[in-house]
Structure formats: C-alpha cells, structure tokens
C-alpha cells in the first residue's frame, strides 16, 4: 500500500519564477494538506483541501495557491518566488480523524 | 507563524538512557501527536493522543496528553541509536472551529545518541 508521494522531491527555480509541486495521496485518504519546512523550524500549515475545495488556510500570501482532484491528488502553485520560499514542502493526507500521513517532501530551492 | 513551545531544543545523551521533552501551548487542542523527521524525510506519526489525561505507549515510547489539554510530553526509554532525530509534537484544535484540520507543530527537538 503506497504512503504519501510528492514529486519532484528535489528542484531548483530562479526568482520570479512560478513553481507546481505535486501529492498523491495514501490510498483511502481523502484531504490533502500543504505544509512548509524551512530549515531548523516544525512545519506550517499552508492549506487544506477536501472535495476539491480549500477548506482551510494558514497565513500564507495568495501567491501560494492549490487544487484537488477527483482522485484527490493535490497541487500546490507558488507564483513570483522568493528567496525566502526555500523551504521543504511537505504534503500530508489524512480521511476523518485518522492521524496525518506525510509524504517525502518536495526540497525548493531558490536561487 | 504559531509554534508550540516544544523543550528541551537538542539533546545529548548516551544509549540506555531515558530521555523526555514537552510541548505546551496556550490554545487548548483535542488531538496531540508526536512525530519522527529523519534527514531528507517527511515527520513519522509515532503516537497519537486524542483524549485529555490519556497515557499511550507505543515500544519504548510513552506519551501523555496534558489535563488542561494545553501541553504534551514524550518519554523514551532505554535509547538506542536509531532513536536519532527530530521529534515534533503537534496539536489539533477543537472540531467545529475555524482552525480545524490544521495541525500546529513544535520546533522540534534533536536527539543525538552516543553509543
């Protein structure tokens, strides 16, 4: 049974650019949530999807936005870059109140 | 934005050793779990706790859910050195609030462990 998978796991962008970063859910999981890591910190909340609807968000600007598929896989979009969005982008599923199940990670660097 | 105050930040010890670390928050939560972050990896659900007062343990590991249901804490027993890593605590606020769903995490506590 696969876990969490995100893709790619490692990318490199310039400022400015726009970024999509991909999560397919744990089988029988049906909300997807975003979170960012950056270096030496817990991980924050972006967004959570479910139904195809963003049902929660965290504080992050409208330059970071999402989508969800009927298959419940998910996207999260970053557009204009910055620096400071270097982070590892983790992507978590969960179905009711079962505890969160985390992918891998997708490391963004930007340069 | 909002971390858990999670303690102690790093921690040496030497194998056989107990170790224990905590999370407090000033919001009340209804769901405190503990994960595992490993380099290069996602955080690994370790123990969830979803009632206030409740004592789990899972192998070596015991964790308990604070009676004011504002802090966590995590004990390991008896520490091996695949015990390494970053443990994160998490909370989940209340069912029916507007930050349901959304889990708010620690900062982590690194745990080296000397043979």
């Known amino acids: 049974d696969a876990g969490v998978t995100q893709s790619p796991t490692h990318l490199i962008k310039t400022r400015g650019q726009q970024v999509t970063l991909r999560c397919s859910p744990k089988?029988?999981?049906?909300?997807v949530s975003w979170y960012q890591q950056a270096l030496g910190q817990g991980p924050q909340f972006i967004f959570q999807?479910?139904?195809?609807?963003?049902?929660q968000r965290g504080n992050f600007p409208d330059r970071f936005s999402g989508h969800q598929f009927p298959n419940y896989s998910s996207e999260l979009n970053v557009n204009a870059l910055l620096l400071g969005d270097s982070a590892l982008y983790l992507c978590?599923?969960?179905?009711?109140?079962?505890?969160?199940?985390f992918g891998s990670g997708t490391r963004l660097t930007v340069v | 934005g909002q971390q858990l105050n999670q303690s102690p930040q790093s921690m040496f010890i030497q194998e056989g050793e107990d170790v224990s670390m905590n999370c407090t928050s000033s919001?009340?939560?209804?769901?405190w779990l503990w994960y595992k972050q490993d380099p290069g990896e996602g955080p690994v659900l370790l123990i969830a706790?979803?009632?206030?007062?409740e004592l789990t343990s899972n192998g070596r590991l015991t964790a308990q859910f604070g009676i004011t249901r504002k802090d966590s804490f995590l004990n390991i027993s008896a520490s091996i050195p695949s015990d390494v890593g970053i443990y994160f605590c998490?909370?989940?606020?209340?069912?029916?609030?507007?930050?349901?769903?959304?889990?708010?995490f620690g900062q982590g506590t690194i745990l080296t462990v000397h043979p």
């Open positions: 919001s009340i939560f209804n769901t």
């Open positions: 089988s029988g999981h049906d909300t």
């Open positions: 978590a599923s969960s179905w009711g109140t079962d505890g969160y199940t």
């Open positions: 706790l979803y009632k206030a007062g």
């Open positions: 998490a909370g989940q606020p209340p069912a029916g609030g507007t930050s349901y769903g959304k889990l708010t």
């Open positions: 999807y479910y139904e195809e609807e963003e049902r």
